[in-house]
């Protein structure tokens, strides 16, 4: 493995890394302090006030402006912001993916962002079982690389493909395997770090001697940071042992007890060894020869000590194979109770699914078929998952299980052996946080003491009592999580912006935190102390190791400048010491939360679309909840979203920053002292409209829908570039080409046209132009008198909505449909209207769209009510017509039309008309590349399964965008930006077996043509089926 070289090709100026962020034009806050870190770093430097709001917020109710972002390249980088930050007393803080859900990833500091330049993997070692890597590369892709060695990274975060190595060491991360793996400091072999006065410096395994020998409380920082962990060995044994819970998953505080413990286990390993010498005993000195590893002592530091910038991390085999039992339960208390029973059976993961989540899974589309796989009378579900080294072995772990518990506690099981079968059962233990994190309302399911560790076996006082403390509240939160371990995520429903609201948020944390140390737990076991849980800290551990932490804290940090306030502090009405600074403080649960008492929305204009979900349009700005699965890898995550992040590396240009910056701006939080138009719409530019977001978005934010509301205001206030009037008018233009054609169509081919087209209006010269037919679809449909399928002979009636493309470039595809359509005994008329209204909706010129939407529902619903089904060809228009007039227009006339559209394979697929055609064998295998918005409305699958019941062997590829998003690659600015998203998409074509591509969409097609000019276009699905259909 190697570090990540990236060969895409330049991104746009508003995407390089030299870019100007100051979209405002403001001077920034704190000029001299950015001019002297530019000097010092190689990486960029961004102080402006957008970019510094970009990274305000991570995925924690928390919002705190940092002073500014460097996005370092090496070590040395790091060391001189550090370095010059601690000699102007300025706070420092780390960050990765800004995937926190306990809020440690923001504060009053400068940023370091790894996830850009430092987030390569070197020095694989599959003899040693180690790998070395940098702080900023994500355990999925580090995972990804490690599989040619049958190695992995084994904490198993859940969001491991957006979080990275320097996140899960700062948090000590785990996952839904920690019954096997445990946490992340027992991987952690050595480390390179920059301590808080900007020198460089190594932690690894070290001798207790070698520790005395460099102790020095008088010294400098290594001397005293030595003394200060000898200290803790020497003379806090007792106390230690006494306070931390003995449980597998305790990431509150600092890691003593890992210190701790490895140290008296190195020396009983040691007295072992030799015969003669006595194992350390309570209260006897740790002998010179014992050893601890110092580089664990800062995994779960959350950054406060010293900032880890490469680690070597040890690794474990990959399973050969797994299997799943889900055990069903009558009852809830029966499931937590049966727990302990089932670890027993030494499984690797033990998950709890109560009645709540089943029920509000059970209302889904998206998951109701999971839970009707549950047997009736199911109130809570335990999924229990073995490793296993053949398929034997697992199916017979799973029948012991089985055999022990079925009768005796739980009342059935689903047993789940294959890839398939197990990951549908995961999808109900995974339905939590779409569920949960969808909710438009003020109050919301909020991670505050969500994740609370106990012993399993006290897992029912634990659940009735967190019951009992929401109940008292007034409110409640699903039980589910990680059972085995002790560990269910509990996001009680609440909202901040009350301040009867914000005294329940403190007061449950409050009494839940009483309830856990009563039963001998940790306020947290996965993701850490932050704002959320500092505060608690104390009740913990109680007074004496409190103050321990902060000794051991001013020993890393003596001036406390890296990330302040987290983990440990001073309570905010104690008296500082002499010489101590006000950020020693640490930090309150319900000090700088996004939404408090304070919290006002001002959109400045009334939206324009229908927005049923709770809470309208303010609701959909305020949904994202920063979880960061909008910065992922198309290789390690798939799916479509966040393309414009996949090919740029920019916060800005991700889900997650658009949703941010557009709350903040609506809410105040920007410079500007009201809603700024311009700027909104320079940042929702380089959106696309790709609809991803709509569903690999846990909280479903739909960006596209957001970004026409504010397109159309920007146009109401600002007026329209003539460019966009001609993007959005393409159907009449199309109509007069190809009256005109084939000379229109030689206007293209004029030297020297195109360049002046790119100069005076901005449209590149780098894609080829749609040609005119001087015949179009409707003219051949005409001329061949109709159907050739009677309606007294059809077995169905399809009016076919020819969409712009279709009946004036590319009428061929067309004519495949209506053909493939007959064959299958399906009478065809075509629609008069050629318009959907998609190219004025993607621009935002919504009062077109509508007036175009409410003309087309005219002319379709008589048809719909007397039982024709209505098909369309191309993608983003038969999702124009099925979603987005839902958007434009309300009432049964609209519903009518949606329910009753269809794309072409679409309809095929699911009204099993392929198996009514006459098809010959085609023998070949199809590499397909579905369209964005098929897949955003969950239509895309249906392509597949009608090729291959044709006869296809078919590759689908799991592809986002392909970079032309309709006419976005055509907009000179935005040419290059569209080529990096493209090139995703042309390795994975590039490394498929298919004997060609196939594409449903005309912008997909004509990128994939353009790449190569020598390259004919892809056929589309249809144009495949038509052509496996037998002729006569």
């Not at 995520?489 to 449950?508: F, N």
């Not at 393409?730 to 007069?736: A, F, G, M, P």
């Not at 590349?929 to 955003?936: E, F, L, S, V």
């Amino acid at each position: 493995m190697t570090t990540r070289q990236t060969d895409a090709a330049p991104p746009d100026p508003a995407t390089a890394s030299d870019a100007d962020y100051d979209y405002a034009g403001e001077d920034v806050e704190r000029p001299d302090l950015l001019d002297a870190l530019d000097r010092r770093a190689d990486g960029e430097v961004r102080f402006d006030s957008y970019s510094r709001e970009l990274y305000a917020t991570d995925a924690s109710p928390y919002e705190v402006t940092p002073i500014g972002v460097v996005f370092p390249r090496n070590t040395a980088d790091v060391a001189a912001v550090v370095e010059y930050c601690a000699a102007e007393d300025v706070p420092v803080l780390p960050r990765g993916g800004g995937t926190s859900l306990a809020g440690q990833t923001v504060n009053e500091a400068v940023v370091l962002d790894f996830t850009r330049h430092m987030d390569g993997a070197a020095d694989a070692d599959p003899e040693a079982r180690t790998v070395r890597v940098q702080p900023g590369i994500t355990l999925a892709r580090l995972n990804d690389g490690l599989s040619v060695y049958d190695l992995k990274f084994a904490p198993d975060p859940a969001a491991g493909d957006r979080s990275v190595i320097g996140g899960a060491i700062g948090n000590n991360s785990t996952g839904s395997h920690s019954l096997k793996y445990g946490k992340t400091d027992a991987y952690v072999e050595e480390v390179e770090a920059v301590l808080a006065d900007g020198s460089v410096t190594r932690f690894g395994e070290v001798s207790i001697g070698e520790i005395r020998e460099r102790a020095d409380a008088e010294g400098d920082i290594e001397g005293r940071i030595h003394a200060a962990v000898l200290d803790v060995l020497e003379t806090e044994r007792a106390e230690i042992d006494a306070r931390y819970p003995e449980l597998k998953r305790n990431v509150s505080g600092y890691n003593f007890d890992m210190l701790v413990d490895e140290a008296y286990e190195g020396a009983r390993a040691a007295a072992d060894a030799d015969a003669g010498a006595d194992a350390a005993d309570e209260g006897d000195a740790l002998p010179d020869d014992a050893t601890v590893n110092l580089a664990r002592l800062l995994a779960g530091s959350e950054g406060t000590l010293a900032i880890v910038t490469e680690a070597t991390v040890s690794l474990e085999p990959i399973p050969e194979t797994k299997a799943v039992a889900l055990l069903t339960y009558d009852e809830l208390t029966a499931a937590v109770e049966d727990v302990t029973e089932v670890l027993e059976h030494d499984p690797a993961a033990v998950e709890f699914i109560d009645d709540t989540l089943i029920d509000l899974a059970g209302d889904t589309s998206e998951f109701h078929d999971v839970v009707e796989m549950l047997p009736e009378g199911t109130r809570a579900a335990l999924l229990v998952e073995f490793y296993a080294e053949s398929d034997d072995e697992g199916r017979e772990k799973v029948d012991a299980l089985v055999a022990d518990r079925v009768g005796t506690a739980a009342m059935d099981a689903i047993e789940a052996h294959g890839e398939d079968e197990r990951g549908r059962v995961w999808k109900l233990r995974k339905a939590g946080n779409p569920i949960l994190l969808s909710r438009t309302t003020d109050e919301k399911h909020l991670s505050f003491i969500e994740d609370c560790a106990v012993p399993a076996d006290v897992l029912p006082e634990y659940v009735a009592g967190f019951r009992e403390i929401l109940a008292d509240h007034d409110t409640f939160g699903a039980f589910y999580g990680h059972a085995g371990p002790g560990v269910l995520h509990i996001r009680p429903l609440i909202t901040t912006k009350t301040e009867e609201g914000l005294a329940a948020y403190e007061s449950i944390a409050d009494e839940v935190t009483d309830l856990v140390v009563e039963l001998g737990g940790s306020v947290s076991g996965e993701h850490g102390d932050g704002r959320a849980r500092t505060q608690w800290n104390e009740k913990l551990y109680g007074r004496e190791l409190w103050e321990t932490f902060r000794e051991l804290k001013t020993a890393y940090d003596p001036d406390w400048l890296l990330n302040p306030g987290q983990v440990c502090g001073y309570d905010p009405d104690e008296t500082l010491p002499e010489g101590v600074p006000k950020r020693a403080r640490r930090v309150s649960m319900t000090e700088d939360l996004r939404y408090d008492p304070d919290y006002e929305f001002d959109a400045d204009f009334e939206p324009e679309l229908v927005w049923e979900n709770d809470n309208g349009f303010e609701g959909m700005v305020e949904l994202c909840h920063g979880c960061g699965g909008c910065r992922t890898d198309q290789d390690t995550a798939g799916g479509v979203m966040c393309p414009t992040y996949r090919a740029s590396d920019e916060e800005i240009q991700a889900t997650r920053g658009r949703a941010n910056l557009l709350r903040q701006a609506m809410s105040g939080d920007l410079p500007d002292e009201q809603f700024d138009v311009e700027f909104m719409h320079e940042v929702m530019d380089l959106c696309i409209g790709c609809k991803g977001c709509s569903n690999d978005c846990p909280s479903e934010v739909d960006m596209a829908k957001m970004k026409a509301e504010v397109t159309h205001e920007y146009h109401q206030r600002e007026g329209a570039s003539l460019r966009d009037r001609i993007f959005a008018n393409v159907d009449t233009l199309s109509k007069l080409g190809s009256m005109a054609a084939p000379l229109s169509n030689l206007a293209a081919k004029i030297p020297g046209s195109r360049a002046l087209l790119e100069r005076t209006l901005g449209i590149t010269s780098e894609r080829s132009l749609p040609s005119f037919r001087a015949q179009t679809l409707h003219d051949w449909f005409e001329a061949r008198g109709g159907s050739r399928v009677s309606k007294a002979e059809a077995k169905r009636r399809v009016v076919f909505f020819v969409d712009t493309y279709t009946n004036y470039s590319h009428p061929a595809v067309g004519k495949a449909a209506i053909e493939v359509l007959e064959a299958a005994g399906v009478h065809v008329d075509l629609a008069e209207r050629t318009d959907s209204g998609r190219p004025a909706h993607s621009k935002g010129f919504l009062d077109k769209s509508r007036a175009t939407a409410s003309e087309n529902v005219a002319e379709l619903h008589p048809r719909v009510e007397d039982g024709w089904d209505v098909v369309l060809v191309e993608p983003s228009d038969a999702v124009m017509v099925q979603h987005d007039y839902r958007d434009l227009l309300s009432g049964e006339r609209v519903e009518a039309v949606a329910e009753n559209t269809y794309g072409v394979m679409e309809y095929l697929d699911a009204h099993r008309l392929v198996e009514e055609l006459d098809t010959r064998d085609p023998a070949e295998t199809l590499t397909y590349h579905g369209h964005c918005h098929q897949k955003a409305v969950k239509k895309d699958h249906h392509a597949v399964g009608a090729l291959r019941r044709a006869g296809y062997e078919v590759d689908p590829l799991d592809s986002g965008c392909c970079g032309m998003a309709g006419s976005f690659g055509y907009e000179a600015e935005h040419t290059s930006m569209s080529d990096a998203i493209g090139d995703v998409l042309f390795e994975q074509v590039a490394e498929s077996d298919g004997d060609r591509v196939v594409a449903p969409g005309a912008s997909c097609r004509t990128q994939l043509g353009d790449r190569d000019e020598d390259a004919e276009r892809p056929p589309t699905p249809i144009e495949m089926l038509a052509t496996a259909v037998r002729t006569a």
